[in-house]
């Protein structure tokens, strides 16, 4: 991870973002906003570690909408 803000926030804390590549930067807003390279999903927060969070709710989402299972095994 490259950061560009509170070095505290660690991406490794979520299983999310094992295989992530994430970056951490700050807009003119005061927002943080990680980005994960691999997908190309990023989130935002009010700190690092609020934004690594979404982040990894935005992936796990990003991941099961793209999942090439159909899920039809319910029906």
């Not at 927060?45 to 899920?71: H, I, K, W």
Request: no cysteine; net charge negative.
């Amino acid at each position: 991870m490259t950061s560009e803000g509170d070095a505290s926030a660690d991406p490794n804390e979520y299983e999310e973002l094992a295989d992530a590549d994430v970056t951490m930067r700050e807009n003119e807003h005061g927002l943080h906003i990680a980005d994960d390279e691999v997908t190309g999903v990023s989130s935002q927060g009010q700190t690092p570690g609020e934004a690594l969070a979404n982040l990894a709710a935005a992936v796990e989402s990003y991941r099961e909408a793209t999942d090439d299972d159909p899920g039809d095994d319910w029906l």
